[in-house]
Structures are given as structure tokens and as C-alpha cells.
């Protein structure tokens, strides 16, 4: 079968490499899970708290502080990978058949 050739778009475009937020907010989150465990039931501590509130207690704290450290790493991550972007050009290239719509 034929089909008209059309030329190739030619386009410039910004590329750059940008981290994704969401494993940096849990890796963040895990971080403060397990400094929390580890200040609950690695120190010795007063006997008169239960080690499992102590444990909740440092887990919110922990664990807020863990993700909010993980987002900004993202963040100066993301701000570094603008300033390393780079332009290229790209162009569309046709198919050498046209697509009929079923599967090889």
C-alpha cells in the first residue's frame, strides 16, 4: 500500500532529569519510623512511660519530620536538574507502513 510522505516536524524541547517526589516523602517517612523505634526501645528510658506511647509519640514526630526532610531534598534536587537542563531537537518520523490495526 502507499502513502503520502510528509515531511518531519522538527520541534525544540527541554530535557532534564526530575525526581519524583513521592519516594523521597516515603523514604523520608521510613527514615523517621526508624529513628523513633530506635529512640522508643534502643535508650533506656523512664519506667513510668509505656514504650509503646513512647514509640507513637516519636513515630508522629519522627515520621512528620522524616517526610518533611525527604521533600526538601526533593526539592533541591528538582532545582539543581533546571539548572542542568538542556535543549535538543527532535523530529517525527512516519511509519515506514501504515498501521492497520492489528498486531504482528
Do not use: C, N
Not at 523514604?27 to 530506635?38: N, P, S, T
Not at 526533593?74 to 507502513?97: G, I, N, T
Amino acid at each position: 500500500m502507499a502513502f503520502e510522505e510528509s515531511p518531519a516536524e522538527r520541534r525544540e524541547v527541554t530535557v532534564r532529569r526530575a525526581p519524583k517526589y513521592v519516594p523521597f516523602l516515603l523514604l523520608g517517612g521510613l527514615v523517621g519510623v526508624a529513628v523513633a523505634a530506635f529512640i522508643a526501645y534502643g535508650l533506656p528510658g523512664d519506667a513510668s512511660f509505656d514504650r509503646g506511647s513512647v514509640f507513637g509519640f516519636f513515630l508522629v514526630m519522627f515520621g512528620a519530620g522524616g517526610a518533611v526532610l525527604g521533600a526538601v531534598a526533593a526539592l533541591v534536587l528538582d532545582r539543581r536538574s533546571v539548572k542542568q537542563q538542556e535543549r535538543a531537537v527532535v523530529e517525527a518520523v512516519p511509519d515506514s507502513e501504515p498501521d492497520d490495526g492489528t498486531d504482528p
